[in-house]
C-alpha cells in the first residue's frame, strides 16, 4: 500500500481515525501506516486510498482558501491610504 507515503502525519491521523481507530498522540508516521494497513478496511484497498486522497484534497484546499484570504487582506491593506 504504497499510497500511504504521500499522506503527511495530520491526514494519516485523520484516516485512522475515520477507520475507527484509537489515535495515540505520540505515534510516528511508520506507526500510523502500520495501524491503518491492520485494521478491517484495508481488505478494502481502493476504499482507504480514495479516503485518503479526499483527506489529502481537503486539506490541500483548505490550505489554498486560507492562502488566498491572506493574500486578499495583504491587497486589500495596501490598498488603504495611509495619512
Known amino acids: 500500500m504504497s499510497f500511504l507515503a504521500k ?5 494519516l491521523v485523520t484516516l485512522a481515525a475515520e477507520l ?3 489515535i495515540d498522540g505520540d505515534l ?6 502500520e495501524l491503518i ?3 478491517i ?4 484497498v481502493e476504499f482507504v486510498q480514495i ?3 479526499n483527506i489529502i ?4 484546499e483548505k490550505e489554498y482558501r486560507e492562502k488566498a484570504e491572506e493574500q486578499n487582506l495583504a491587497n486589500a491593506a495596501e490598498k488603504i491610504p495611509r495619512i
Open 7 to 11: 499522506g503527511r502525519k495530520k491526514d
Open 20 to 22: 475507527g481507530e484509537k
Open 28 to 33: 510516528r508516521i511508520l506507526d500510523f501506516r
Open 37 to 39: 494497513m491492520k485494521t
Open 41 to 44: 478496511f484495508t481488505a478494502v
Open 51 to 53: 479516503a485518503l486522497d
Open 57 to 60: 484534497a481537503e486539506r490541500l
